[in-house]
């Protein structure tokens, strides 16, 4: 297996840990009436149990630990879309530490967005081997 293809199955795997860490560990609660309501945020994240913080620990580490491998690639190659790769990183990021309002109203939501992120990164990832 090359190194893209080895790349590639490690994002899906990653999404895939991503799907049940959000679905099954993490919940959205909504923002008081008092809430001045900026950006179209409508909820925030409940702080997790202690078996959820160490999933999240985990998933962390891991997405932290594939995104330097290819933000390292990018750097190697002077990718045009290194920029693009960082953004989509930290949306992504945002979502697993959980330590921002949200605009989404579901877990679903959060899960397509990490998503949209991912296949923007993969997409970039497997650019650069073109």
């Not at 490690?10 to 009436?33: M, T």
């Not at 160490?54 to 990718?79: E, I």
């Amino acid at each position: 297996m090359g190194v893209l293809a080895r790349l590639i199955q490690s994002f899906d795997e990653l999404e895939e840990q991503l799907g049940y860490f959000i679905h099954n560990n993490s919940a959205i609660e909504p923002l008081d009436e008092n809430h001045d309501y900026l950006y179209g945020e409508t909820g925030f994240w409940s702080k997790p149990q202690p078996h959820q913080a160490y999933m999240q620990k985990h998933v962390l580490a891991d997405y932290l630990q594939l995104t330097a491998l290819c933000s390292q690639v990018l750097v190697n190659v002077k990718s045009e879309h290194y920029h693009n790769f960082e953004r989509s990183t930290a949306v992504v990021l945002s979502h697993i530490r959980q330590n921002t309002l949200l605009p989404s109203r579901t877990l679903e939501d959060v899960f397509n967005e990490i998503k949209l992120e991912m296949d923007i990164q993969r997409g970039i990832i497997a650019g650069t081997y073109q």
